[in-house]
């Protein structure tokens, strides 16, 4: 039991409950920014539905696909313009929705562990 605390002293751990709680409030003051990114995804699935002929869910899976850079290649852009949405613009919207995501759960886990150090 006393090795458990000698850990916990050297490495803090916070429970999911309040990693989660914080998250979703930092999530919740960046909404508008975390809307419009993904909100920029889709607009970008209707893009590639109309250049590239695609159905409308096909359309958003190869749009969401090329944000977040996975890239099965079982759909892919044959025009210029879609190339240029699936190569270009989709990632760089998809690394900054990402980037956003990992610093809100940075800073969760900051908020989280200096909330703990206080209680002790």
């Given at each position: 039991?006393?090795?458990?605390?000698?850990?916990?002293?050297?490495?803090?751990?916070?429970?999911?409950?309040?990693?989660?709680?914080?998250?979703?409030?930092?999530?919740?003051?960046?909404?508008?920014?975390?809307?419009?990114?993904?909100?920029?995804?889709?607009?970008?699935?209707?893009?590639?539905?109309?250049?590239?002929?695609?159905?409308?869910?096909?359309?958003?899976?190869?749009?969401?696909?090329?944000?977040?850079?996975?890239g099965?290649?079982?759909?892919?852009?044959?025009?210029?313009?879609?190339?240029?949405?699936?190569?270009?613009?989709?990632?760089?919207?998809?690394?900054?929705?990402?980037?956003?995501?990992?610093?809100?759960a940075?800073?969760?886990?900051?908020?989280?562990?200096?909330?703990?150090?206080?209680?002790?």
């Open positions: 039991m006393e090795d458990v605390e000698k850990q916990q002293q050297k490495f803090p751990v916070i429970g999911f409950r309040t990693f989660f709680g914080i998250f979703v409030k930092i999530i919740y003051t960046l909404r508008k920014i975390v809307i419009t990114l993904f909100m920029f995804i889709i607009a970008m699935g209707f893009v590639l539905m109309w250049v590239e002929h695609l159905s409308f869910w096909d359309a958003q899976y190869l749009s969401f696909l090329s944000a977040f850079t996975i099965y290649g079982d759909i892919v852009p044959k025009t210029a313009i879609g190339r240029f949405v699936c190569v270009i613009l989709l990632p760089i919207t998809g690394m900054l929705l990402t980037g956003i995501m990992v610093a809100a940075l800073n969760a886990i900051d908020r989280g562990l200096r909330m703990g150090m206080k209680d002790k």
